[in-house]
C-alpha cells in the first residue's frame, strides 16, 4: 500500500478531458516536485511530467499537470484510444527514497 | 541515444543471491546518479534503490535495507544490484534507470530484466 494515492482506475471516450489524482504529504508531495509517468503493458515507464508540469520533448501538449500542496494532478485532453496505458504519480521525500503512486489504469471507452 | 541495458534476473529459490547489472550507453555516465524500480506481476511501480554519481547519496527502500546493495562501475558504465537474502515478495521486473538528481527524475530506463524467488 503506497503511501502516494492513486484513483485505481479512469475513463474517458475519445475526444473527452480526464483528470487523474494524486494525493500525498508534507514529506514527499508537499515538499518536492511531483513526475508522472506512463506505461503500456509489456513495456518499461515513460516519463510524461516532470517538475509538477513541464513535458519533455515528443510528449504532446494534451498531456498537462499541476501540484498544490500535497497533491498533484494529470489532465489528458483530446483523449485518444493510444492513451490507454498505466499512469503513475511520484516524488521524491525528504530522505531522497523515491515514493511511487499506487498507479492508475486508464480505459478509453 | 541513451540506452539502458539490465540483466542478470532469472530463477533464485528463497535465500537466495542475485546480482542484476544494467549497462549504460549514450551519456556521460559519470554526470547521473542512477536508480532501481521493480514491478511485482499485476503491481504498480516500487521504488527500490539509488546511488549518487560519485557513488554517494545511497538510498534503500526499508523493505530491501541491509539485503541489496547498489554500486556503479564508472570504468564499465555499468550499476549493479546485489541481492541477497532473496524473499518471494522480491518476486519482480526490475528496472534501472537514469536519475537526475537536480531536477529529481528518472528519465531514462532500461526494458527490464524479471527476478522470480521461489521453490
Known amino acids: 500500500q503506497s503511501v502516494v494515492t492513486q484513483p485505481p482506475s479512469a475513463s474517458g471516450t475519445p475526444g473527452q478531458r480526464v483528470t487523474i489524482s494524486c494525493s500525498g504529504s508534507s514529506s514527499n508531495i508537499g515538499s518536492n516536485t511531483v513526475n508522472w509517468y506512463q506505461q503500456f503493458p509489456g513495456s518499461a515507464p515513460k516519463l510524461l511530467i516532470y517538475?509538477?508540469?513541464q513535458r519533455p520533448s515528443g510528449v504532446p501538449d494534451r498531456f498537462s499537470g499541476s501540484k498544490s500542496g500535497t497533491s498533484a494532478s494529470l489532465a489528458i485532453s483530446g483523449l485518444q484510444s493510444e492513451d490507454e496505458a498505466d499512469y503513475y504519480c511520484a516524488a521524491w521525500d525528504a530522505s531522497l527514497n523515491g515514493v511511487f503512486g499506487g498507479g492508475t489504469k486508464l480505459t478509453i471507452l | 541515444e541513451v540506452q539502458l541495458l539490465d540483466s542478470g534476473g532469472g530463477l533464485v529459490q528463497p535465500g537466495g543471491s542475485l546480482r542484476l547489472s544494467c549497462a549504460a550507453s549514450?551519456?556521460?555516465?559519470?554526470?547521473?546518479?542512477m536508480s532501481w524500480v521493480r514491478q511485482a506481476p499485476g503491481r504498480g511501480l516500487d521504488w527500490v534503490s539509488s546511488i549518487g554519481d560519485s557513488g554517494d547519496r545511497i538510498n534503500y527502500a526499508d523493505s530491501v535495507k541491509g539485503r541489496f546493495t547498489i554500486s556503479r562501475d564508472d570504468s564499465k558504465n555499468t550499476v549493479y544490484l546485489q541481492m541477497n537474502s532473496l524473499r518471494t515478495e522480491d518476486t519482480a521486473i526490475y528496472y534501472c534507470a537514469r536519475y537526475d538528481f537536480w531536477r529529481n527524475y528518472l528519465d531514462y530506463w532500461g526494458q527490464g530484466t524479471l527476478v522470480t524467488v521461489s521453490s
Open positions: 517538475s509538477n508540469n
Open positions: 549514450g551519456f556521460t555516465f559519470t554526470s547521473y546518479s
